[in-house]
Nanobody, 114 residues
Framework: QLQAFGGGLVQAGDSLRLSCVAS????????LAWYRQAPGKERELVAM???????NYADAVRDRFTISTDIRKNTAYLQMNSLESEDKAVYYC??????????WGQGTQVTVSI
């Protein structure tokens, strides 16, 4: 089970940090990722990190967003800096286990005002 939180209303240029907490027993984590879905658009990948690897980012957020994990807390983070109006969306965390099972968090709303 995944729970995402940390969204909110901010002004352009501000920062937010999203958190995604994983609970329950599993067979190990293959990837952790953040996706987002803006109104009227399809869900898109924002950032992904593989076990023991570096983060991969969508071009639109590279150099502004950072994905990280704290294995002790079973938590993934998305640090979002220099937020833009185009970043407004519902953000979802995703976990894929070593067995290939995909889990989704419930989504957290990020709104950026100009």
């Amino acid at each position: 089970q995944l729970q995402a939180f940390g969204g909110g209303l901010v002004q352009a240029g501000d920062s937010l940090r999203l958190s995604c907490v994983a609970s329950g027993r599993g067979d190990g984590i293959r990837t952790l990722a953040w996706y987002r879905q803006a109104p009227g658009k399809e869900r898109e990948l924002v950032a992904m990190i593989a076990r023991g690897g570096l983060g991969n980012y969508a071009d639109a957020v590279r150099d502004r967003f950072t994905i990280s994990t704290d294995i002790r807390k079973n938590t993934a983070y998305l640090q979002m800096n220099s937020l833009e109006s185009e970043d407004k969306a519902v953000y979802y965390c995703n976990l894929v286990t070593m067995a290939g099972i995909s889990y989704w968090g419930q989504g957290t709303q990020v709104t950026v005002s100009i």
